[in-house]
């Protein structure tokens, strides 16, 4: 079992900033593939940024692409998701989650697919203001 625990959300302005974090415990966090989904009111759940386990790849939806970043600190057991330029339609509750991969699997990159991910947490709200 792998807990995830998200904070950093708030209140801002558009074009602020904000950063997420994921904590992660209960498991070797190196054996997991971290991502970050969002889920707007009345909306399907969105995926943001996914990252596999060293830090050294990444993917984004076109959505935020070039002005969020994800990262991940190993030794820290934690995910990031840094937030630049938001936006109104930002807004949402965000939400991580870790997948599983094994020695082989974790050469793969990493999935949009939500249906792939193992664990998640209970959410932050980000609320961008006009």
């Known amino acids: 079992q792998v807990q995830l625990v998200e904070s950093g959300g708030g209140l801002v302005q558009a074009g602020g900033s904000l950063r997420l974090s994921c904590a992660a415990s209960?498991?070797?966090?190196?054996?997991?593939?971290m991502a970050w989904f969002r889920q707007a009111p009345g909306k399907d759940r969105e995926f943001v940024a996914a990252?596999?386990?060293?830090?050294?790849?990444?993917i984004y939806a076109d959505s935020v692409k070039g002005r969020f970043t994800i990262s991940r600190d190993n030794a820290k057991n934690t995910a990031y998701l840094q937030m630049n330029s938001l936006k109104p339609e930002d807004t949402a509750v965000y939400s991580c989650?870790?997948?599983?991969?094994?020695?082989?699997?974790?050469?793969?990159?990493?999935?949009?697919?939500?249906?792939?991910?193992?664990?998640w947490g209970q959410g932050t709200q980000v609320t961008v203001s006009i």
């Open positions: 989650a870790a997948e599983a991969r094994n020695v082989l699997t974790r050469r793969l990159p990493p999935r949009v697919d939500p249906n792939r991910y193992d664990y």
């Open positions: 209960g498991r070797t966090f190196v054996d997991y593939f």
């Open positions: 990252i596999n386990w060293s830090g050294g790849s990444t």
